[in-house]
């Protein structure tokens, strides 16, 4: 699940990109209006968070440009002027939500969730492998119908397993969607949230292959 954050303010955007990170996001970071619009033509991006004050052109600019190319990515304004105009400005513009600085980071959190529960009716399907359900979007995971709580790692291993479900899938891809090529220095960990995935989800839920890699049982979307 990999979101687009464009914010000049460094200090900002690395607490943000952190914190989203820890929740299970991959995070790609721009620091300026025209990136931000660049890059949010690629699609593989669930979400933008958009800064308004943005140097080149402003995040308002940006959405506006966005709808105007026919891009429907939901967008998540941050805005440090708390006028009712600048608000509204920026959801005319086609903004989905927005937000005031300072915001605290469970509230950002939930509110992006929401973003992407309500593009996921569109977007994407819940995954079921057995009596275990994932929601992507939601970055909810249920077994017999009770919700388990998971780490971020564990999300993103889960989520991959449960896309390629029935077929097996190797260490290395798993390194790779925790990981998005930065820093794939622990590749024990894929072991540690394998076993704690197991005690979460039951123990015959993956299975491994030596020297394959983990599976998991068909998922029906
Ligand atoms: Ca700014």
Request: glycine letters at 10%.
């Amino acid at each position: 699940m990999r979101l687009l954050l464009a914010e000049d303010d460094r200090v900002l955007a690395t607490t943000l990109k952190k914190a989203l990170e820890k929740r299970g996001y991959g995070v790609d970071w721009v620091e300026d209006g025209e990136a931000a619009l660049y890059s949010a033509k690629e699609d593989s991006y669930m979400a933008m968070i958009l800064d308004v004050g943005l140097p080149v052109m402003s995040g308002l600019e940006v959405v506006a440009k966005m709808r105007q190319q026919k891009n429907s990515l939901p967008v998540l304004m941050l805005t440090a002027r708390d006028t009712p105009i600048q608000k509204v400005e920026g959801l005319d513009k086609g903004a989905d939500d927005y937000m005031i600085k300072p915001f605290d980071l469970d509230e950002l959190a939930a509110r992006l969730r929401s973003l992407l529960r309500r593009r996921s009716g569109r977007m994407e399907t819940l995954l079921r492998s057995g009596d275990v359900e994932l929601d992507p979007a939601g970055m909810i995971a249920k077994k017999g119908g009770a919700t388990v709580s998971l780490t971020g790692k564990e999300f993103r291993i889960l989520r991959t397993l449960m896309e390629r479900g029935g077929r097996y899938v190797t260490k290395d891809d798993l390194v790779c969607a925790l990981y998005s090529g930065e820093d794939m220095s622990e590749s024990n960990t894929i072991e540690v949230s394998i076993y704690t995935l197991r005690k979460k989800l039951g123990n015959d839920f993956i299975h491994t292959i030596r020297g394959v890699g983990y599976m998991v049982k068909e998922t029906e979307g």
